[in-house]
C-alpha cells in the first residue's frame, strides 16, 4: 500500500508518500515547505495563505521525488489536528480535494500520535518507547497503555520551542531560535541559576523565560544564559521523561519534533537511557521535524487497521488530544 500524507498544524507544509514493506515504513519521498514570519510569532492566516500557495507544487514535487503516478496512491491522509485552525482548515481541504479527486479513501490522523509512529515505523528495534516529543507548541511525554497514547507529562504554558523562540526573539533573534540558542549554548561558561518548574509530572516554562530575560538586562553573558536555558529546560524534560519511563516500566525512549534536533538534548536523554540500561533512538532530522511522511505512515497504519473515515467525518480538530486516539492497530 502506498499513502500521501499532507501536513500542516502550523508552520510547514509537508508532502510524504510512504510504502508499507512487511510492516515498517519506507519513505520515498518527504517534501517541505515552511513560511517564516517577516517579524513576531506565526500569524496563523498568514501562514495558511502560504500552505495554499505552495501545496500543489509540493505535491507534485512528491510524486516526482517518489517516481510513482498519481494513480499509484491507494491513500490520502492529513493532519488533523492538534495545531492551528486556518493552517489545518487549508491542509483538511487540499486532502480531501485530492482523495475525491483520485477517487481514493482519505484519513485524517492525530499530529502527535505521528510523531511516535515514525520512530517505531522507521526504526528496527524501536517498538514500544516512551515519547519525549519537543516541538515548537508541543511538549509532552508519551506512552501506549491499555489502548491509548497517554499523556504522562506535558507543558502547563508554552511548548518548549516556542519558549527557546520567545526568548530569542527578545533579544532580537530571528526565528527559529532553538538552533542559534544551541551554538550560543555550546559558549556558556557559567551555569545561572533559572527557576526549575516541574509539577507532578508537568513543567512550566514561563517563570524560566521571564528570569532569563531579566539576566539579559542586568548584563550577564548570552551564552551563559542560553547555556543555562538549555541545562534547565532539558534536564526537567529529561527528568519528567525518566519518571515515565519508570512507571510504565518501558525500557526505550524515543525523541521527536523539532527540538530533537540539539544535540545537548539528545545527550542528555541519552544519557539517562544509558543509565537505566535503556535504549535510546532519534528518527532522522527530517522525519524529526513536522512532515508528511508521519502523517501517511500513520494514515496508512490506521487504514490497515480497519479504520475508515468519511468526508464528513474528516472535520479539523484544533484541540485534538493524543489521548483521544483509539489505538486499534496495536495489539
Ligand atoms: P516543530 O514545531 O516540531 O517543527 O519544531 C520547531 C521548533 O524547533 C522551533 O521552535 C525551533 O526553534 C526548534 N528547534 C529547531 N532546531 C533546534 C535546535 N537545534 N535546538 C533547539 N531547538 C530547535
Ligand atoms: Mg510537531
Known sequence: ???????????????????????????????????????GGIHPREAANHHAI??????????TKAQIDFSDIDLVSFSQGPGLGPCLRTTATAARALALS??????????????????????????????LYVSGANTQVIAFAEGKYRVFGETLDVGIGNCLDKFGRAIGMEFPCGPKIE?????????????????????AFSGLLTSAEQYMQKGEKLEDICYSIQETTFAALTEVTERAMAHTEKNEVLLGGGVASNQRLKDMVNIMAQERNASFFVPSQDLCIDNGAMIAWLG????????????????????????MVDVSWRE
Open 102 to 131: 483520485l477517487e481514493k479513501p482519505l484519513m485524517g490522523t492525530n499530529h502527535c500520535v505521528a510523531h511516535l509512529e515514525i520512530g517505531i515505523g522507521t526504526i528496527d528495534d524501536c517498538k514500544d518507547p516512551v515519547l
Open 1 to 39: 500500500m502506498i499513502c500521501l500524507g499532507i501536513e500542516g498544524t502550523a508552520h510547514s507544509i509537508g508532502v510524504g508518500i510512504v510504502k508499507d514493506v512487511k510492516g515498517k515504513c519506507h519513505v520515498l519521498s518527504n517534501n517541505i515547505k515552511t513560511y517564516t514570519p517577516d517579524k
Open 183 to 203: 551554538k550560543l549554548a555550546r559558549k556558556g561558561e557559567k551555569y545561572i541559576d533559572l527557576p526549575y518548574s516541574i509539577k507532578g509530572m508537568d513543567i
Open 54 to 63: 505552495h501545496i500543489a507544487d509540493v505535491i507534485n514535487e512528491s510524486i
Open 300 to 323: 496508512l497504519l490506521m487504514y490497515k487497521s480497519g479504520i475508515r473515515m468519511s468526508i464528513e467525518k474528516s472535520i479539523i480538530d484544533q484541540r485534538f488530544r493524543t489521548d
